[in-house]
């Protein structure tokens, strides 16, 4: 039995988590309703986006992990590839968050309990 939520009940909750924190979001893309992959793009104070998706683990896990940054000397780099991975994924959810301490937010929010 996959006890993964499904995908729209998980962008809801870290919508409504950075929003808890002060923080803002916006859902890009929708993908899958029940089981599309997510992509959560984090922008930092000078716009610059670091990327984090689930990435498997050697325990079978999927833990979220940093697969992107978005560098100032070629920020259209960055859009290139999400708009690769939509176009590659019918199903991608892609979710932009600004909050105020990052590191927390994923320690508090993305980390498994």
Do not use: C
Not at 28 to 47: H, M, P, S, Y
Not at 95 to 107: G, S
Request: charged share 35%.
């Amino acid at each position: 039995m996959d006890t993964r939520l499904p995908a729209h009940l998980e962008v809801n909750g870290l919508v409504r988590a950075a929003q808890a924190v002060g923080g803002f979001a916006m859902v890009l893309q929708k993908g899958e309703r029940d089981a599309g992959t997510i992509l959560i793009v984090f922008l930092d104070n000078q716009d610059l986006g670091t990327l984090y998706e689930r990435m498997p683990d050697v325990d079978g896990t999927r833990k979220w992990r940093v697969s992107k940054y978005q560098v100032i000397e070629n920020k259209q780099e960055f859009e290139d590839y999400l708009e690769r991975r939509k176009s590659q994924d019918r199903d991608l959810w892609i979710v932009e968050l600004t909050v105020a301490d990052r590191e927390r937010f994923v320690r508090d929010n993305l980390s498994p309990a």
